[in-house]
């Protein structure tokens, strides 16, 4: 699964689901997978980073490690919701 952002594979977190399947397990209660994108606190190298910046309009500066993926406005939390489809944030 790719962060929507900048395109990064998305990082496997954990699972979330209703109390059966936080306290005792039962896949039926499970709602569904939590990810997060490695460049929400900044990318690995000046390539990505400038590229980045380049394709969404982003100004900076010359620290390249200034740039952050517009994920990391909410910590780079993404789930999946009962029919699998991708949303922002961290599910409550």
Sequence with gaps: MECPYCNAELIYDDSY???DYICHGDITGKRGEIYQ??????????EEAVQ?????????GIDWEEIVCD????????????????R???PC
Aim: aromatic fraction near 22%; charge should be negative.
């Design 52 to 60: 980045y910046a380049q394709d969404n309009d982003i100004e900076y």
């Design 88 to 90: 922002e944030g961290y």
């Design 71 to 86: 994920s990391g406005m909410f910590n780079g939390f993404f789930y999946t919701d009962f029919t699998g489809d991708l």
């Design 37 to 46: 994108c490695p460049n929400h606190e900044g990318f690995n190298n000046e």
């Design 17 to 19: 689901g209703n109390r």
